[in-house]
C-alpha cells in the first residue's frame, strides 16, 4: 500500500503540472487583454504598458509560464487585480466556508441516500421504490438554481422560516455560529446530491443483493437486519465510494449556484467572476488546487476499495 | 470622467467602467414583445424618466425623528470594496471604493452632487470659493476649518501632501488621468499659511472647468500617513523634512500607503486609515466587503451623523439583493439598489416598505464605431472605417436606435433617452439643455434611408444597400460597394441583446447587414480600444459592453477624455477638427461663456455622433433600474454623483 501511495503521488505531481501547462495554455487563447480590462479603457499606453511589464504580461509564454511555476513552487498562487489581494487569501478564507457548506451537504446527502437506497433496493419494485425513485427523478432533474429559489421562496420569503441568505462570517466557525443560514443552502445542495448517490446506492445494492453470500447468509437464518448490516452494507458502498472520491473537488469548488443565489461567497464563485474578468492568476491557482484535491479525491478512493473490499490489493 | 455599465456598479473612469459595469446590474428579462419594439416612434423630445423622492429634497420619513438606528446598504454584487487609500489607480478606480466608501471617511476639498444636483456645494466643503488671479492661471483657495480625526487641523499643508505624493506617485495611473490635464498641467502649488492653499496652472482655463475638473480631484491628507513605515512615528507637526518634501520620499510614501492600502484585513485596526476627516470612521472591514462604518465622534462637519451605523453589504449575485429584499425587507435592506431585472417587480419590492427612488446618475450610454477598423465591408471589399468616418452614415444607423421603443420595451422604463455627452438627468445649472435637442437620435429608418439616398447609396429595403456615386459616398467608399459591419455586445445581459437584435432588424429595412457577435463584458471593452487601420487589433467595428459614461472624478461634462483625438477613451479614434476646437473652448473659455460653450459641443456631439447613443440607465448608484429607501429613513436624497452622504440619514419612528 505504501509503495501504491508513492506511485500515485509522483503520478499526482505529473497530472498536476500537465493541468496547469494546459489551463495556462487555455488562458492565454481567451480574447481579451488582462491590463485593459483591469486598467480600463481610459488607461493610458503607457498605464498599460507599465501594468504588463510590472506583471511579466509581455514576456513570451514560456517565460510567462515559468514565473508562474516558480512562485507556485515557492507557496505563492499568486495575486488577483480583480479583488486587489493575493489568491492565497482568497482561498483561505474561501475554502473553509466552501468546506462547511459541500461537507455538510455530502455528510447529510449520504446519511439520507444510503439508507434510502438500501430499503429501494431491498423493496424493489413496491411502492417504497417507486415513490424513492420518483423524488429521485425528479430533485436529479431539477436545476439547482430552481430547487433554491422554491425553497427560498417557500421558507424564507412565504413563511419566514429561515433566512434567504447564509451567515456572513469570513471563517467556517463564523458561518457554523449561525445555523439558521445554513439549512437553505445546505438542503438545496443536500437535494441534488442526494438524488445521485440514492440511485448509485439502490442500484449497488441491487447487485449485491443477488450475490451468493447473501443468499447464503440468509439461508443460514441470518436475522435480515444483520444480512444488511454486516454483507449488503459493506460491500455496496464500493460504488458510492468511487462517486465520493469523485465528489470531493465539487466540494470545495462546485457550488457556484448556491453560492450566488444565497449570498455565500466561496472558490466556485471567484473561479466564475475570474473567468468573466480574465483575472489569470485566481483561474490558475483555483484549478491547481482543483487538480490537487482531484488526485487526493481518487486515492483516497483507492484505500477505501481496500478497506472495504479485502481481496483489492495494490 | 468615466464610463460605466448598465448592468454593474457605476465606475469612475473607464477603468472605473470597468468595474462599475461589473456592478450595475443592466440587463433586463426577455421581453416577448422584443420584436416589436421598433414599431414605436421616438420622435419626441427626451424626456426625464426620474421619479420618487429624495431627488431634489430629501425624503422625509413616516414620523418623528429618532437618534441611532442601523442603515443596511446593498453593495454592487461583484465589485466589494478593495482599496481605501483616496489616490486610487485605474485597478482599483470603483464607485464601490470612491463613492461609497473613502468619500466618507476622507473629506475632499470639495464636494458635490448633494441634493441631486451636479454642482459643488461650497456650505459643506472643505475649500471656500477658489479666487483666481494671475490672468486665470492661478488659484487661490481659503480652507475651511475642518479637523483631522487625531486632532489635527485640515490645512493648506495637507493639500500639498497631496499634490507631492501625486506629482512623484506614478500620476498616470490615477484614476483621474488624462494626458496634458491634471496633474500635468500643474505648475505650482504652496500653502503660504495654513488656511490658504495656492495652486497655478501652465495655462489660463475656464475657472468653472477647473473647479469642476482639476480641483475635484484633491484630498487633503493627514500628517499621520507622511511617513514610509508603520515603526515610523506619526508625525506631528512639520519640521520641513517630512518624506513628501522631495520626490523620492514622497515616492516612497505612495508606495507605502498604497502597500497598506492592498493590505484589506488591516484597514479596521490601521492606525493610517483610522485618522480621518470626513463624517464616518471605519469599524471593521471583513475582506468580502462588508464594511462596517460608525460617526466620526470628531468629525467637524455639519450636519452631525445622527445614525449609529451604516453597513455595507457585499453580494454574490443580484438575485441575493433580490432574495434579501422580498424575504426581509428594509430590516435587512435599509437602502437597497434594485438591478435592472427586477425592474418590473419595482412596486411589489415598495410595498415591503419602501420608497422607490429613480435617480440617473451623471451619465451616458452610448458604443462606439471603429472608424480606423481594417475589417472589410465584404470578402475582398474595402475597409469599412470608410464608412464610418462618413458622418451622414453615423447619422443614419443613430436613427436606426429606436431608444423609446427599447426603454419601453426591454428596459421597463428604467432609462432615459439620450442624444449627446450632456445627461438630461440629472439637470445641471452650469448647462443650458433646454436648447438641446433629441430630434438628431429619433428613431426613423425613413431618415435613415433618405440620408443614405442622398448621399449615393441606392438603398434596397432587405437586401443589400450598394454605392452608385462614389463622389457622394463619401472618400474610400467604392461604386457596388455594400454596407456589412459586426457589432460585438456583451454576453449576459438579455436587454442588449434584445437592442441589438432589433437594431440589426431596423437596419435590414435600409439594406445594411449588422452581423451580431457575443462575448463577456471585460472582452468587448479590452476589443474596443484605440487602434491604428495597421493593427492586426484593429479588425474590430463596434463594441457595445452596454454601458457608457458617468462623470467622476472630473464632474464638468466636457469631451476632452472621449472626442480627442488620442484620448485613451476615444475607442473609435474619431478626429475632428472643429470637435476639438469646441472642446477646448469647453476649457479655456470665458466663464461667462461655458454654458453656452457647453452646449454649442454638445449640439455639435448630436450632429456629429462620433458614438452611437442609447438609453442611459436610472438609478443612483450605477444604472441600477431603482433605488429603495427604507420609509422609515429620512433625510435621504440621492447624490448626482452617486456619493453616500449618511451625515443627512436618520430614522424616524
Known sequence: MTGFIIRRLGQAIVVVLGVTLITFILLHLLPGSLARDILGNRATPQAIEQFNQQNHLNQPFFVQYWYFLDQLLHGNLGYSYQFNRSVDSLLKTDLPRDLVLGGLSLIFSLVIAIPTGIAQAVKRNSAVDYA???????????????????????????FHVFPAEAPQSTSAIGMLEHPAGLVLPVLSLTLVTYAAFSRYMRSSAIDTLAQDYIRTARAKGLPERLVLMRHLLRNSLVAVVTLVGLSIPLVLTGTLIIEQVFNYPGAGLEYFQAALRNDYEVMLGITVLVGVITVVGNLMADIGYAILDPRIRY | MQRFKRSTLAIIGVALVVLFAAACGSSS????????????????SAGLATSGPGLTQPTTGSGSKVSGGTVYFTEGSDAPPNYIFPMYNFQVCSTTNANQLMNMLYYPLYTYGENYRPTVDYSHSIGQAPVTSNGGKTFTIHLNPYKWSDGETVSARDLVFWMNVMKASPATEWCGYAPGY????????????????????????????????????????????????????????????????????????????????????????????????????????????????????????????????????????EAAIYNTVKSSGPAGATIANIPSQ????????????????????????????????????????????????????????????????????????????????????????????????????????????????????????????????????????KQGEGISFNIDYQSGVVAVQDEMNDLASNAKKVGITINLTTHPFSTVVATGAPCMPSAASCKWTAENWGAGWIYGPSYLPTGEPLYNPGSAANAGSYSDAQMTSLIGQTITGPLSGESAALTTYAKYVSQQDPVIFGPTSVGTYGGYAATLISNKLAGYSANALGFLQPQYWYFTK
Open chain 2, 182 to 317: 491634471f496633474p500635468d498641467n500643474v505648475v505650482s502649488y504652496s500653502a503660504p499659511n495654513p488656511s490658504t492653499f495656492v495652486i497655478t496652472f501652465n495655462k489660463a482655463y475656464d475657472p468653472e472647468w477647473v473647479l469642476y475638473s482639476e480641483l475635484s480631484q484633491i484630498f487633503p491628507m493627514p500628517m499621520a500617513w507622511d511617513r514610509t513605515s508603520l515603526s515610523q512615528p506619526a508625525p506631528t507637526s512639520d519640521n520641513g523634512s517630512l518624506p513628501d518634501t522631495t520626490k523620492s520620499g514622497a515616492a516612497a510614501v505612495y508606495k507605502f500607503l498604497d502597500t497598506q492600502s492592498k493590505d484589506l484585513g488591516s484597514w479596521a485596526t490601521s492606525p493610517l486609515w483610522s485618522v480621518v476627516d470626513g463624517p464616518m470612521k471605519l469599524q471593521s472591514f471583513n475582506t468580502d466587503g462588508r464594511v462596517v462604518l460608525v460617526p466620526n465622534a470628531d468629525w467637524s462637519g455639519t450636519p452631525k451623523v445622527s445614525i449609529s451605523q451604516l453597513v455595507e453589504l457585499p453580494y454574490t449575485s
Open chain 2, 29 to 44: 428579462s426577455s421581453n416577448s414583445s422584443s420584436s416589436n419594439s421598433s414599431s414605436s416612434s421616438s420622435s419626441s
Open chain 2, 342 to 477: 427586477y425592474a418590473p417587480q419595482l412596486s411589489s419590492l415598495g410595498a415591503e416598505g419602501y420608497q422607490v427612488n429613480k435617480a440617473a446618475s451623471y451619465s451616458f450610454n452610448y458604443f462606439p464605431v471603429n472608424l480606423n477598423s481594417n475589417a472589410t465591408t465584404s470578402p475582398g471589399g474595402e475597409p469599412v472605417r470608410y464608412v464610418f468616418r462618413q458622418t451622414y452614415f453615423r447619422n443614419a444607423l443613430q436613427h436606426l436606435v429606436d431608444q423609446q421603443g427599447w426603454i419601453h420595451a426591454f428596459l421597463y422604463n428604467t432609462a432615459v433617452p439620450t442624444c449627446g455627452p450632456i445627461p438630461f438627468s440629472p439637470p445641471s445649472p452650469l448647462v443650458d439643455t433646454s436648447s438641446i435637442s433629441f430630434s438628431p437620435c429619433s428613431f426613423s429608418d425613413a431618415t435613415a434611408q433618405q440620408l443614405l439616398t442622398s448621399h449615393g447609396w441606392k438603398v434596397v429595403p432587405n437586401g443589400t444597400t450598394t454605392c452608385q456615386n462614389p463622389s457622394l459616398c463619401g472618400a474610400g467608399i
Open chain 1, 132 to 158: 424513492g425513485t420518483g423524488v429521485s427523478f425528479l430533485l436529479y432533474s431539477m436545476p439547482q438554481y430552481a430547487i433554491a429559489l422554491l425553497l427560498i421562496q417557500f421558507l424564507s420569503i412565504s
